[in-house]
């Protein structure tokens, strides 16, 4: 028997991309099945209009094959795209993320806690039979497994910088927060200044400016560090992450947030400068920061580091394990 093909569908941003293929890897894993990526391009109307009409007006492009039994769709762009598969061609169709109008259309939702109100998630947990489920923060490609595997190859890697290691990752400017270099200044000494003898593992990423980069740069120049600029072909994320020892990390993403929970070592959140407190995003944030640190993932960074053992995060193979189950179930449990 040909085993089934899952294909994520996203615009092609990383950030959208990682989320989909972290959660299609885990459901091939679960069922033999294999995995292919395609890009969908859409205009600006498909992301105002319903994702059903938007299917129906054909607006989207699906770049290369799109032959699937499965499509794993993440981002607005990319929500047409899976409900034009699932009605012309049967495919079981996965969102991530909250799909607006169309939730009832697709066969399956992994539905991020922080997008939804109180209200809404009771319902959820009240309903389990409900095809749509909450998960605390995003899908992704990072576990603590993947990490374990390589942690005596990262820590070769870095073995010039001193035990115990601060992983230090800094996001960038979004709709709620500001990053500026006076922060990533401030920041720097406060995690240098809070563990004298242990060494710095610091990482900008994509949505670093230029001189936040600078700043970056100049305050983790010393001896005990080492500072990724995001320049050059290789990037040592993951080693960063498997290398360290606990992670310092700035509260603007929820996937670089997933990701430093996701390696079950201590993370503290390092909040940035609000440019709306009462903001939406600013809100979202907020929730996803509060439920990380009550369920003991994480802690506020107030200047200090402390030793605990946080259970770590793994949502995307509970998701897996979810989504693996209704296609079977929708296959008469033939898979």
């Not at 054909?58 to 794993?72: C, F």
Request: aromatic share 6%; charged share 25%; net charge positive.
């Amino acid at each position: 028997m040909t085993p089934p093909l899952i294909r994520t569908l996203t615009d092609g941003g990383a950030g959208m991309a990682n989320q989909a293929y972290g959660l299609a890897r885990k459901i091939a894993a679960l069922g033999g099945c294999e995995v292919a990526h395609s890009i969908v391009s859409a205009p600006g109307a498909a992301n105002i209009l319903p994702p059903t009409l938007a299917a129906e007006l054909r607006l989207y492009k699906i770049h290369g094959d799109a032959h699937a039994d499965m499509v794993v769709c993440c981002g607005a762009k990319s929500l047409a795209a899976a409900l034009a598969r699932k009605k012309t061609h049967g495919a079981f169709a996965v969102c991530i993320q909250r799909p607006r109008a169309d939730a009832k259309r697709f066969d399956a939702i992994v539905a991020p806690r922080h997008d939804y109100s109180v209200a809404e998630l009771c319902a959820m947990e009240k309903n389990p039979a409900a095809k749509t489920l909450p998960i605390l923060g995003a899908t992704g490609t990072i576990d603590a497994e993947a990490l374990t595997a390589r942690q005596d190859a990262a820590r070769k890697r870095f073995a010039a910088i001193p035990a115990p290691r601060t992983a230090v990752l800094i996001g960038g400017d979004n709709r709620a927060f500001s990053l500026t270099p006076q922060f990533c200044r401030e920041l720097a000494a406060a995690a240098l200044r809070a563990d004298p003898a242990g060494g710095i593992l610091a990482t900008a990423s994509r949505r670093t400016g230029p001189e936040a980069r600078r700043a970056l740069a100049d305050s983790f120049s010393g001896d005990r560090c080492f500072f990724y600029d995001g320049e050059g072909d290789e990037n040592p994320y993951l080693d960063i992450l498997a290398a360290s020892d606990r992670l310092l990390a700035t509260g603007d993403s929820v996937n670089m947030l997933s990701e430093a929970c996701a390696a079950a070592k201590p993370v503290y959140i390092a909040e940035l400068p609000l440019k709306n407190e009462f903001g939406r995003a600013a809100k979202k944030f907020r929730r996803f920061g509060d439920e990380l640190v009550a369920r003991n993932l994480a802690r506020r960074w107030e200047g200090e580091f402390a030793e605990w053992r946080p259970p770590g995060l793994n949502e995307t193979a509970r998701a897996a394990t979810f989504i693996w189950n209704a296609y079977r179930a929708r296959s008469g449990g033939e898979r």
